[in-house]
């Protein structure tokens, strides 16, 4: 046990504080993966200190950064609320120190943390802003290829019909009559 009276599980590289009800700490090295992409990991995790990288296709051909989070930045939260995988493998770049919470923590650690309220939709909402360009850019590069293809193309008819459902779904899921209608009143 250290000065600060944490309890150290030396398995987990978690320092678990006894009075603590809104999250653990949980301390990370120079490299060590918190989480990996396509996880079930149901955790939101607060940078106390350090910075996380978070990649998709971590160490693979077309690995890509999707950010660094620094200092009271939140990551994992999206996962944590929806039961979903993770979407991309966080990795920490320095020692980091994390406040670790799970959704039964969530309602304490806002109260404890009302200001981090704010801060934790602007996470969100910098995913989902993330996620549509990288949707809208797919949808343009596949609307591109198909246009630049031959008349004379030997595309398999099943891929051709693949390709305009997978763009049918993505209009579906992205088209709300309230978004034109208010853009139509201009």
């Known amino acids: 046990m250290g000065d600060n009276n944490m309890a150290v599980n030396s398995d987990s590289k978690?320092?678990?504080?006894?009075?603590?009800?809104?999250?653990?700490?949980?301390?990370?090295?120079?490299?060590?993966?918190?989480?990996?992409?396509?996880?079930?990991?149901?955790?939101?995790?607060?940078?106390?200190?350090?910075?996380?990288?978070?990649?998709?296709n971590y160490e693979q051909e077309h690995e890509n950064v999707l950010g660094i989070v620094g200092d009271d930045q939140f990551f994992g939260e999206i996962s944590m609320l929806t039961g979903r995988p993770q979407v991309y493998t966080a990795v920490a770049l320095k020692d980091t120190l994390l406040m670790k919470v799970d959704e039964d923590q969530l309602e304490q650690f806002l109260r404890d943390n009302h200001g981090s309220t704010l801060d934790i939709m602007r996470s969100m909402a910098r995913?989902?802003?993330?996620?549509?360009?990288?949707i809208a850019t797919l949808m343009d590069d596949l609307q591109?290829?198909?246009?630049?293809?031959?008349?004379?193309?030997?595309?398999?008819?099943?891929?051709?019909?693949?390709?305009?459902?997978?763009?049918?779904?993505?209009?579906?899921?992205?088209?709300?009559?309230?978004?034109?209608?208010?853009?139509?009143?201009?």
């Open 14 to 56: 978690e320092n678990v504080m006894p009075a603590e009800k809104a999250g653990k700490m949980q301390h990370f090295q120079d490299g060590d993966i918190i989480f990996k992409e396509n996880d079930i990991h149901p955790y939101m995790y607060k940078v106390l200190k350090g910075n996380v990288a978070l990649y998709v």
């Open 127 to 134: 995913v989902i802003a993330t996620q549509s360009f990288d």
């Open 144 to 186: 591109t290829l198909y246009k630049e293809l031959p008349d004379d193309n030997h595309l398999d008819p099943d891929m051709v019909i693949r390709m305009k459902q997978y763009q049918l779904q993505y209009v579906e899921k992205t088209y709300t009559p309230e978004a034109s209608f208010f853009s139509a009143q201009g």
